[in-house]
């Protein structure tokens, strides 16, 4: 492992963060770390997990914990999956293949994002363990179809529809320091060019990866999809519930929705076929202002009432957020940034940091709480606030 991200160096999420801005420019560090508008539910997805006390059982020896779980039918050694983060290449050369391959040998599952440079097949190819294809419809649905054809013969294990993506969220970040002029490879601005310039090795590893030119899994009758327009693609592609028919239909496979706010969703996305839930907010990308997700959590577990499992996204920094999301009653959660901080700072190997950190934290706050397995956790762990213990919390459901 490099001397950069190993302990004591590196002993968290945070410090895997702060690697990874010092060797990313501005604007690829403000894609991976800013969120929507005024970044509300950026910083509250996070701070909830601290309205939550731990409840532990006192003078209990567990010297060993139960970390597996099983999701979808595929074997994980700790509750943890890779959440679909688009761009990844921006971030390290052939970023996806790196993420996918540290996913494998850390025995979980890795999720491609439409929005990826590399190819579903050569991320699939890169991976020991199970992978996940995220999709959107921009291009079309025949253009969409074409692309489930292609993850379903090269083995992904099931299909992720993200339904909470109508528009791109307004990240005002990605505007004011140039991560739009850069995916556009419009870089005539002088303090664009400055950004770059002073992260040389950056710089020369974007180059020598080909320097983003399109989504190779978005093939239009002209080719591949240019990153450039990908903002208006997505904005004639809006997922409705009635397209869980055809892409059912099309998939044939274990069906993930991702996006899910409310107990009404929830309800809709299970009536329509869905498999898997991910309570997820995008990470604060989208619409800013909505609720964190663990706050929404009970809410959509209420309304599904034991008829899938559900995942959690968004929020997640450290290894107690795992466990706290457990207790409420997620099968395993999502990481997105926790991970994209550790591959744009060293590649596979920030990665599998992200995953050991996590891990760690996971064994030691169980074994500090008294609770042998994760499948024994459940609310009598956590100590809630009051005003999160009644449906109006959030919404009806």
């Known amino acids: 492992m490099s001397r950069s991200i190993a302990a004591p160096r590196v002993l968290n999420?945070?410090?895997?963060?702060?690697?990874?801005?010092?060797?990313?420019?501005?604007?690829?560090?403000?894609?991976?770390?800013?969120?929507?508008?005024?970044?509300?539910?950026?910083?509250?997805?996070?701070?909830?997990?601290?309205?939550?006390?731990?409840?532990?059982?006192?003078?209990?020896?567990?010297p060993t914990c139960?970390?597996?779980?099983?999701?979808?039918?595929?074997?994980?050694?700790?509750?943890?999956?890779?959440?679909?983060?688009?761009s990844s290449r921006l971030f390290y050369p052939r970023g996806e293949e790196h993420a996918a391959r540290a996913a494998g040998k850390a025995g979980t599952i890795y999720s491609l994002s439409t929005l990826a440079g590399s190819r579903l097949e050569d991320v699939k190819a890169a991976t020991t363990g199970a992978a996940w294809y995220q999709l959107y419809l921009v291009g079309g649905r025949d253009v969409a179809m074409a692309t489930i054809a292609r993850a379903k013969?090269?083995?992904?294990?099931?299909?992720?529809?993200?339904?909470?993506?109508p528009i791109a969220g307004y990240r005002e970040r990605d505007f004011r320091n140039g991560v739009t002029q850069l995916l556009g490879r419009n870089l005539a601005t002088l303090?664009?060019?400055?950004?770059?310039?002073?992260?040389?090795?950056?710089?020369?590893?974007?180059?020598?990866?080909?320097g983003l030119m399109n989504f190779p899994n978005i093939i239009l009758p002209s080719g591949p999809m240019a990153y450039a327009d990908v903002g208006a693609a997505l904005e004639q592609s809006v997922v409705t519930w009635d397209d869980l028919a055809w892409i059912r239909q099309a998939w044939n496979g274990p069906i993930v929705v991702k996006g899910v706010h409310t107990g009404d969703d929830a309800r809709q996305a299970l009536d329509a076929g869905a498999d898997l839930l991910v309570v997820s907010n995008?990470?604060?990308?989208?619409?800013?202002?909505?609720?964190?997700?663990?706050r929404v959590l009970p809410e959509v577990l209420?309304?599904?009432?034991?008829?899938?499992?559900?995942?959690?996204?968004?929020?997640?920094?450290?290894?107690?957020?795992?466990?706290?999301?457990?207790?409420l009653g997620a099968k395993a959660v999502l990481i997105g940034r926790a991970y994209a901080y550790g591959l744009a700072a060293a590649g596979e190997v920030g990665v599998t940091r992200a995953i050991e950190i996590l891990r760690a934290e996971i064994l030691r706050?169980?074994?500090?709480?008294?609770?042998?397995?994760?499948?024994?956790?459940?609310?009598?762990?956590?100590?809630t606030p009051h005003d999160w213990n009644t449906p109006s919390a959030v919404g009806r459901d």
């Open 365 to 383: 706050t169980m074994r500090l709480l008294g609770c042998p397995s994760i499948h024994q956790l459940d609310r009598s762990f956590v100590a």
């Open 66 to 86: 139960e970390l597996a779980t099983t999701v979808l039918g595929s074997a994980l050694s700790l509750p943890v999956v890779l959440a679909p983060v688009g």
């Open 153 to 165: 013969a090269h083995g992904y294990a099931a299909l992720m529809v993200t339904i909470d993506t």
């Open 302 to 327: 209420r309304a599904v009432n034991g008829r899938a499992d559900v995942l959690l996204d968004s929020g997640i920094r450290r290894g107690s957020d795992v466990v706290k999301a457990l207790c």
């Open 13 to 62: 999420i945070d410090d895997l963060r702060r690697e990874a801005r010092r060797r990313l420019p501005r604007m690829a560090f403000d894609y991976i770390d800013g969120g929507a508008e005024r970044e509300v539910t950026l910083a509250a997805n996070c701070r909830a997990f601290d309205e939550l006390h731990f409840r532990p059982r006192s003078a209990v020896a567990a």
């Open 191 to 210: 303090p664009y060019l400055w950004q770059m310039a002073i992260r040389p090795r950056w710089l020369a590893g974007f180059l020598g990866d080909g």
């Open 282 to 294: 995008h990470g604060g990308r989208q619409l800013d202002g909505v609720a964190p997700t663990i």
